[in-house]
């Protein structure tokens, strides 16, 4: 079945510092790649994705590259900032019979201090 | 614009009461609609899934059940609530194969 990886967190960092939270994915076709962050006590909001391979998903200086060779979407951004702290979750999605089937990662917590 | 709303936004209930969480979209017709568990530590896990009035999906057997009352109503109930209940739930819509996009969800402790 589908799955997907995503490094274990919580990642600390200090403000300014580059980011990457890996993710790679296991699924059959040709799945749709996300990356979506949950800020304290909210629900979950897209924050990029990509549809097809070698396309870029990029929003609020956060990129991330869809890698069909090793079937990896991992996170970047250049210089994170405080009010970047919240959990970040991969995702994959794949259409079956009329229905979308979305998968999580068990998400990655990033604390950004000053 | 299309909006999901979910209540109650928390809430703390003892071992063996009933549930019953509701979820509303507005702005847009047909949607699908996700019920999702997300316990403290782990990810998201799909619970149900409704593609129309009264057509449910089940992905994991327990003693939670859902509904589709109207178009745009989705309700995540439960008899007896057990301790392994407790956790934030989250509502989801989706149109025309798109992305799915989430409510503020509901943090349920079961005490």
């Known amino acids: 079945g589908d799955s997907v990886t995503q490094m274990e967190g919580p990642v600390t960092l200090s403000e300014e510092a580059f980011l990457t939270i890996n993710c790679t994915y296991t699924a059959t076709g040709y799945p749709s790649l996300f990356w979506y962050v949950q800020y304290p006590g909210e629900g979950l909001q897209l924050l990029l994705k990509?549809?097809?391979?070698?396309d870029k998903g990029s929003n609020k200086g956060f990129e991330a590259t869809y890698r069909k060779e090793t079937t990896s979407f991992h996170l970047e951004k250049g210089s994170v900032q405080v009010s970047d702290s919240a959990v970040y979750f991969c995702a994959l999605r794949t259409n079956s019979g009329g229905y979308q089937k979305v998968t999580f990662g068990t998400g990655t917590k990033l604390q950004v201090i000053p | 614009s299309q909006t999901i709303h979910q209540w109650p936004a928390t809430l703390v209930q003892p071992v063996g009461s009933p549930l019953s969480l509701e979820c509303t979209v507005e702005g847009t017709s047909n949607p699908n609609l996700y019920w999702y568990r997300q316990a403290a530590g782990r990810g998201l896990q799909l619970l149900f899934y409704s593609v129309g009035i009264g057509q449910i999906s089940s992905e994991v057997p327990q003693n939670l059940s859902a509904s589709r009352p109207q178009d745009r109503q989705f309700i995540l109930s439960s008899k007896k609530l057990l301790l392994s209940d407790s956790g934030f739930y989250l509502c989801a819509w989706s149109v025309n194969f798109n992305e799915q996009y989430f409510g503020p969800g509901t943090r349920l402790t079961v005490t």
């Open positions: 990509a549809t097809k391979a070698d």
